[in-house]
């Protein structure tokens, strides 16, 4: 029969090896959900207005010349712009705040011809000054779709 003391020590190994696996997989989880800079990475956060969401999620992608530089944090229709209900507020990594200017340009984009709907930011032309925390950035309306698709019925019947 084990001594109290033999019990305990062999608990308290089971405790410690319990808490070193739990740390490993949480770990293992943040490195593979592709977070840049961890917990305590500064982030700002900046927001466009859209005439329509085009299937954008929470969590997509917000790309500046095709590196990502954070995600989207929330989606809402709001009343105010009448013309752009919706409001598409994003976590951008405070390392990439020099190269965000006030009129930079956010469009909708799709991966692929069938993927997934991400914010692409294009400063090519942008000339304002750096952005700040919770500041707008306008916006390219680019044609969906189903855009393309109505446009170019009215054109075949007008032909026919």
């Known amino acids: 029969m084990p001594s109290r003391q033999e019990v305990q020590w062999s608990q308290l190994k089971v405790g410690v090896l319990i808490i070193v696996a739990l740390s490993a997989v949480v770990a293992l989880i943040f490195l593979m959900s592709g977070n840049r800079g961890g917990f305590f990475a500064g982030k700002i956060t900046v927001r ?30 709001v009343s105010q712009p009448r013309l752009t209900p919706v409001e598409v507020i994003m976590g951008v990594s405070d390392e990439y705040r020099g190269r965000l200017f006030t009129d930079s340009r956010t469009s909708l984009t799709t991966v692929g011809v069938l993927g997934d709907t991400v914010v692409d930011i294009d400063n090519r032309m942008a000339h304002g000054k750096p952005v ?15 855009d393309v698709i109505q446009s170019s019925q009215t054109t075949i019947q007008k032909l026919n």
């Open 48 to 77: 466009s207005y859209f005439e329509n969401s085009a299937g954008l999620k929470v969590g997509a992608p917000v790309n500046l010349d095709g590196v990502t530089i954070g995600n989207v944090k929330a989606i809402r229709i």
């Open 132 to 146: 700040h925390n919770d500041a707008i950035l306008p916006t390219n309306e680019t044609p969906n779709l189903q």
